[in-house]
């Protein structure tokens, strides 16, 4: 973490929260994983010059040089209403910058005015209101929206449905809203304060709870393969498994594995290939920086 520079007393107090909610892994993020700066530029092509931002969070993968994620936060203090132009402008600095690998949060210690808010909900811009140190989040969204992965992800999706028709039973295409929807009540099972409060997704009681409520085990005493590529972990609906190579144990990667396959457990247990229950589904080690 860096030493955060002097400034406005706003930015200064905002940097000081949030750097102290991303240590303790409140805000979604690995801190192993990230940065945080304050009063850092970046480089817009569109302006041909920097773009400096109060406050910024960068997130790499563990072994790279360069983030992949880049999450940019605006501070405003007001003795009146957030107008709908300030966050049109941070929202176009955003991409300018950061484009599909990025999110915006605005944060203010006043109220955000109704265009303000329609227009962040469109964009997929969060909205906090800092008081004292509570962060309220008036809007959480998840990333910025963009047609052009829109138009990607349609794309992908009739390829996808064109090459399995027919072919496996049990196969359907779900949006992205239907994923929230899905993740968000399944969370919600296990601990309604999770959503609600912003808590850290407590990996143990998920493993309780789907042993509890559906009899899916987790193993983590063994080393999966010795395969050059390594598997990280896998499902198998036959045996209720989740496995986790233990060499990822007491690490970063850990609840991202679990959680990936939890995830194959809520969305492909019913799957049948060619009349035939597909029993394991494996997640090998992905080198993220080729």
Same mark, same amino acid.
């Given at each position: 973490?860096?030493?955060?520079?002097?400034?406005?007393?706003?930015?200064?107090?905002?940097?000081?929260?949030?750097?102290?909610?991303?240590?303790?892994?409140?805000?979604?993020?690995?801190?192993?994983?990230?940065?945080?700066?304050?009063? #850092? =530029?970046?480089?817009?092509?569109?302006?041909?010059?920097?773009?400096?931002?109060?406050?910024?969070?960068?997130? #790499?993968?563990?072994? =790279?040089?360069?983030?992949?994620?880049?999450?940019?936060?605006?501070?405003?203090?007001?003795?009146?209403?957030?107008?709908?132009?300030?966050?049109?402008?941070?929202?176009?600095?955003?991409?300018?910058? =950061?484009?599909?690998?990025?999110?915006?949060?605005?944060?203010?210690?006043?109220?955000?005015?109704?265009? =303000?808010?329609?227009?962040?909900?469109?964009?997929?811009?969060?909205?906090?209101?800092?008081?004292? @140190?509570?962060?309220?989040?008036?809007?959480?969204?998840?990333?910025i929206d963009n047609q052009v992965s829109k138009d990607i992800n349609v794309l992908i999706t009739d390829l996808i449905v064109?090459?399995?028709?027919?072919?496996? @039973?049990?196969?359907?295409?779900?949006?992205?809203?239907?994923?929230?929807?899905?993740?968000?009540?399944?969370?919600?099972?296990?601990?309604?304060?999770?959503?609600?409060?912003?808590?850290?997704?407590?990996? #143990?009681?998920? @493993?309780?709870?789907?042993?509890?409520?559906?009899?899916?085990?987790?193993?983590?005493?063994?080393?999966?393969?010795?395969?050059?590529?390594?598997?990280?972990?896998?499902?198998?609906?036959?045996?209720?498994?989740?496995?986790?190579?233990?060499?990822?144990?007491?690490?970063?990667?850990?609840?991202?594995?679990?959680?990936?396959?939890?995830?194959?457990?809520?969305?492909?247990?019913?799957?049948?290939?060619?009349?035939?229950?597909?029993?394991?589904?494996?997640?090998?080690?992905?080198?993220?920086?080729?």
């Amino acid at each position: 973490m860096n030493t955060v520079l002097k400034g406005d007393t706003f930015e200064v107090k905002v940097y000081e929260v949030i750097k102290d909610r991303l240590a303790k892994g409140e805000l979604g993020f690995i801190p192993e994983s990230c940065e945080i700066f304050h009063k #850092k =530029a970046y480089y817009s092509k569109d302006r041909m010059k920097d773009i400096t931002f109060d406050i910024s969070i960068e997130t #790499k993968f563990p072994g =790279a040089s360069k983030y992949s994620y880049l999450t940019l936060i605006e501070c405003k203090s007001y003795n009146h209403s957030v107008p709908v132009n300030d966050v049109e402008e941070f929202y176009t600095k955003v991409n300018q910058v =950061a484009d599909l690998n990025g999110k915006g949060i605005f944060v203010t210690d006043s109220v955000f005015q109704e265009g =303000a808010f329609n227009f962040a909900n469109s964009k997929g811009i969060t909205l906090i209101q800092l008081k004292n @140190e509570d962060c309220n989040f008036i809007l959480h969204r998840t990333n910025i929206d963009n047609q052009v992965s829109k138009d990607i992800n349609v794309l992908i999706t009739d390829l996808i449905v064109k090459i399995f028709e027919g072919k496996i @039973e049990g196969l359907a295409f779900l949006s992205k809203k239907q994923i929230e929807e899905i993740t968000t009540n399944f969370l919600n099972e296990v601990d309604n304060q999770i959503i609600s409060c912003y808590r850290p997704t407590p990996v #143990k009681l998920i @493993e309780e709870f789907i042993f509890d409520n559906y009899k899916i085990k987790t193993v983590t005493n063994n080393q999966i393969s010795p395969q050059k590529d390594k598997i990280f972990g896998y499902f198998n609906p036959k045996n209720k498994e989740i496995a986790i190579n233990n060499t990822i144990i007491e690490t970063p990667c850990f609840p991202f594995v679990f959680a990936h396959e939890v995830g194959h457990f809520k969305l492909h247990n019913a799957l049948k290939i060619n009349q035939q229950t597909n029993h394991i589904y494996n997640d090998p080690e992905i080198n993220f920086l080729n």
